[in-house]
């Protein structure tokens, strides 16, 4: 079964969205084994600076780093990353599958984003739109996005 990892910065705390995630997790167990880690968002002040960001950006890569496991290809969702369909995603799954690598992991950053080394360490930098959302609406977003990619796959009359 494929391996695929979810490292998240920042912890839900709206039940809608941790209702979210486990409607997701939950329908994508038949297809994959995925592994979900939330990570402690660094603290920065009301008005941090460039400096006390790129700080606490380095961090958070820190944990992340920690999180992800060896032989690994990683996706980083990032605003600067590539805009993909659904079907351009399915098709980006299957073809990991006959990667070498042995687990699929997905980054999320916190609200100033992954640290520049995640992102230049990562496989694919995946953009979810040019429009700006809430990271913890991202996490959603991807799941559901991640479980169509499967659903897509199969052949499913799920993605009409």
Not at 17 to 36: F, T, V, W
Not at 64 to 79: G, M, Q
């Amino acid at each position: 079964m494929l391996s695929v990892h979810l490292v998240c910065v920042g912890k839900l705390k709206e039940k809608f969205y941790k209702d979210a995630c486990a409607e997701y997790l939950k329908r994508l167990s038949p297809y994959c084994k995925l592994e979900l880690a939330e990570l402690p968002e660094a603290k920065l002040p009301q008005d941090p600076s460039l400096g006390e960001i790129t700080t606490a950006l380095s961090k958070e890569a820190d944990a992340i780093r920690a999180k992800i496991p060896p032989n690994s290809s990683i996706i980083a969702l990032c605003v600067e990353g590539r805009l993909y369909s659904s079907e351009d995603l399915s098709q980006l799954i299957s073809a990991w599958t006959r990667n070498t690598a042995k687990h699929l992991v997905f980054v999320v950053g916190g609200s100033y984003g992954l640290h520049p080394s995640i992102k230049a360490e990562s496989w694919v930098k995946l953009s979810m739109s040019p429009m700006t959302f809430p990271h913890h609406l991202a996490r959603v977003m991807l799941l559901e996005q991640v479980y169509r990619a499967f659903k897509i796959d199969e052949g499913s009359s799920y993605h009409k």
